[in-house]
């Protein structure tokens, strides 16, 4: 069996603001992607949604970014004797990175399978041409981090720069709604024209965030990683990506005893994180008892 795997991302602090060229800190999650080549005709199979498509098959944004993977790696039209079967062991549109990780694992399946000997660059870039079609103009973050893993500062051009962190253990908390990674982009796009300078001025207060968080993890202060945390939320409500779901997990988290909680990704649903250490059974048990569903997992290492 020929199977790729990638890894899903966390951002810990820095979203929106990295796609204004801000560095963000982000660290991959233990679990991601697995696309396994089966015998078939070049269909990408997806059995938890139900689907099983063509390249570039209309009105179907997976089958685009299939389509833009083929493309970026020369193989549109070229026959295929495999199927591709996607198996995700991480939330899906939830701003974990899933579509990124499909995309990275795909390459490398596709890479395997037909022998084609890829340079990191071009998975990289056959995994852009498909977040391109997911995301619009991302700032490619998130297929940078399923990637190469572990834990870093990634700047829009410049790419990822390894910490020398240990591996974190975070609570995941689902919102039960999906991010809407495009339209926060948007969103906080038009805001950026409304007002630049106020922006700039809060990209700013993130990025120094983003600086004082990758000093945190780095000495394993997890106190003031959580601070950091709770204050890149605070300047994410002002940017319009949070969302009501978002702001009474994040409050449930902290009371239940977190450092620091925030959203995580896209924004206006997906995700919120928590750093509690020693207390991640009370915080998912008090998220349960509002009605979200969570998980612990580790972030920051590499495949499990
Ligand atoms: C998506 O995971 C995070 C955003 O910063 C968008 C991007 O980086 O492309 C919202």
Redesign the pocket.
């Given at each position: 069996m020929t199977a790729g795997q990638a890894q899903g991302k966390v951002?810990l602090l820095g979203?929106?603001a990295?796609?204004y060229g801000h560095p963000?800190l982000c660290g991959a999650l233990r679990d991601g992607v697995t696309v396994e080549a089966v015998p078939g005709e070049g269909l990408l199979s997806v059995p938890a949604w139900g689907k099983r498509i063509a390249a570039g098959a209309q009105g179907d944004a997976l089958g685009q970014a299939y389509g833009a993977i083929l493309r970026s790696l020369a193989l549109s039209g070229r026959p295929l004797h495999h199927d591709f079967v996607v198996r995700f062991a991480i939330p899906t549109s939830a701003?974990l990175?899933s579509s990124a990780a499909l995309a990275v694992a795909l390459a490398r399946t596709l890479d395997s399978v037909l022998g084609l000997g890829l340079a990191a660059g071009a998975v990289a870039e056959a995994a852009l041409a498909a977040e391109t079609v997911f995301?619009g103009r991302?700032?490619g973050?998130?297929h940078t981090v399923a990637q190469h893993g572990g834990f870093g500062l990634f700047r829009r051009e410049q790419g990822l720069s390894p910490l020398p962190a240990s591996s974190l253990p975070l609570c995941i908390g689902l919102t039960g709604r999906a991010r809407d990674?495009r339209g926060?982009?948007e969103r906080v796009a038009e805001l950026y024209r409304q007002d630049p300078d106020g922006m700039q001025g809060r990209f700013a207060a993130i990025a120094a965030l983003v600086q004082r968080g990758a000093k945190a993890v780095t000495e394993g202060d997890l106190a003031a990683l959580g601070e950091a945390m709770n204050r890149n939320q605070q300047e994410l409500r002002h940017l319009e990506v949070s969302c009501p779901e978002i702001e009474s997990m994040c409050r449930i988290a902290t009371d239940a005893g977190a450092l620091g909680a925030k959203l995580t990704?896209?924004g206006g649903g997906g995700c919120v994180i928590a750093v509690a250490p020693g207390r991640e059974a009370q915080v998912q048990e008090a998220w349960r008892r509002a009605g979200f569903a969570s998980f612990v997992t580790s972030v920051g290492g590499r495949p499990s």
């Amino acid at each position: 069996m020929t199977a790729g795997q990638a890894q899903g991302k966390v951002i810990l602090l820095g979203e929106h603001a990295v796609v204004y060229g801000h560095p963000a800190l982000c660290g991959a999650l233990r679990d991601g992607v697995t696309v396994e080549a089966v015998p078939g005709e070049g269909l990408l199979s997806v059995p938890a949604w139900g689907k099983r498509i063509a390249a570039g098959a209309q009105g179907d944004a997976l089958g685009q970014a299939y389509g833009a993977i083929l493309r970026s790696l020369a193989l549109s039209g070229r026959p295929l004797h495999h199927d591709f079967v996607v198996r995700f062991a991480i939330p899906t549109s939830a701003g974990l990175g899933s579509s990124a990780a499909l995309a990275v694992a795909l390459a490398r399946t596709l890479d395997s399978v037909l022998g084609l000997g890829l340079a990191a660059g071009a998975v990289a870039e056959a995994a852009l041409a498909a977040e391109t079609v997911f995301h619009g103009r991302p700032s490619g973050l998130d297929h940078t981090v399923a990637q190469h893993g572990g834990f870093g500062l990634f700047r829009r051009e410049q790419g990822l720069s390894p910490l020398p962190a240990s591996s974190l253990p975070l609570c995941i908390g689902l919102t039960g709604r999906a991010r809407d990674t495009r339209g926060r982009v948007e969103r906080v796009a038009e805001l950026y024209r409304q007002d630049p300078d106020g922006m700039q001025g809060r990209f700013a207060a993130i990025a120094a965030l983003v600086q004082r968080g990758a000093k945190a993890v780095t000495e394993g202060d997890l106190a003031a990683l959580g601070e950091a945390m709770n204050r890149n939320q605070q300047e994410l409500r002002h940017l319009e990506v949070s969302c009501p779901e978002i702001e009474s997990m994040c409050r449930i988290a902290t009371d239940a005893g977190a450092l620091g909680a925030k959203l995580t990704g896209g924004g206006g649903g997906g995700c919120v994180i928590a750093v509690a250490p020693g207390r991640e059974a009370q915080v998912q048990e008090a998220w349960r008892r509002a009605g979200f569903a969570s998980f612990v997992t580790s972030v920051g290492g590499r495949p499990s």
